[in-house]
């Protein structure tokens, strides 16, 4: 009888993770969007981007960050940015506007650099 109490518990949490619903993460890429006004244009010391994630039409960094620039950008014409809005320090997650569905490039802009992955809504 334990074994098969035990089968039951271990099908049941083994269905519940896969029907559960929750934040999905997104892989961003770090890149450069122009140079510095001195040197060489290769950073000194590597730079890690920040650890994202998506639920619906709300997206999340998960950690402390500088202030960003986040840009919606058409992922066929990738010069055509569709929504932006700032992203202070202290706000971890935006809402996107439900307006958006289909894929998406998301941009995260400080400074010289762009963090940027893809999304879809």
């Known amino acids: 009888m334990k074994r098969i109490l035990t089968l039951v518990f271990v099908l049941c949490s083994m269905s519940a993770a ?36 998506i639920d619906d039409h709300t997206f999340y960094i998960n950690e402390v960050h500088p202030d960003y620039v986040f840009q919606l950008v058409d992922v066929d014409d ?32 400080w400074g010289y650099w762009c963090f940027w992955g893809y999304i879809c809504l």
């Open 18 to 53: 896969v029907f559960a619903d929750g934040p999905e993460d997104v892989t961003l890429t770090v890149g450069i969007i122009r140079s510095g006004p001195m040197g060489n244009d290769n950073p000194r010391s590597p730079i890690e981007a920040p650890s994202a994630s």
């Open 78 to 109: 990738e010069e055509n940015v569709i929504y932006e809005v700032p992203m202070a320090s202290g706000v971890n997650s935006i809402v996107i506007p439900s307006a958006y569905t289909g894929n998406y490039r998301v941009q995260l802009i």
